[in-house]
């Protein structure tokens, strides 16, 4: 089952939004950080998978970021709030296009 949640880590003061599968895997990510909660990734296990395999892993995560590499049961200091999938999608669709709006910004400037 496809849960929704989001964890605050104060040291990074960053927000985690999530979707993770029944094994704890994270789907998609977002992170939102600082007190303007900035969006600074938007990324998607799917997505990051198949860059790795065709080789553009560093241009998915310049762009997108990279999504949890353990379980979130893994995770330190973790006390998830859950979220319902809207709640999660607005957050998401949000720092999609804040992550594609500076990706876009950058390659604009070094043109």
Partial sequence: MTRFFRSYWAEEDTWFYCEADAEGWVIRQAELQGPLEKPVTAACLVEWEAA????????????????????????????????????????????????????????????
């Fill in 52 to 111: 790795q395999q065709a080789g553009t892993l560093a241009d998915y995560e310049a762009v997108f970021g990279a999504p949890a590499e353990v379980p979130v049961q893994e995770w330190e200091a973790h006390e998830p709030q859950d979220l319902t999938a809207a709640q999660f999608e607005t957050v998401w669709r949000t720092a999609r296009a804040s992550c594609q709006a500076r990706a876009r910004a950058r390659s604009t400037h070094q043109a």
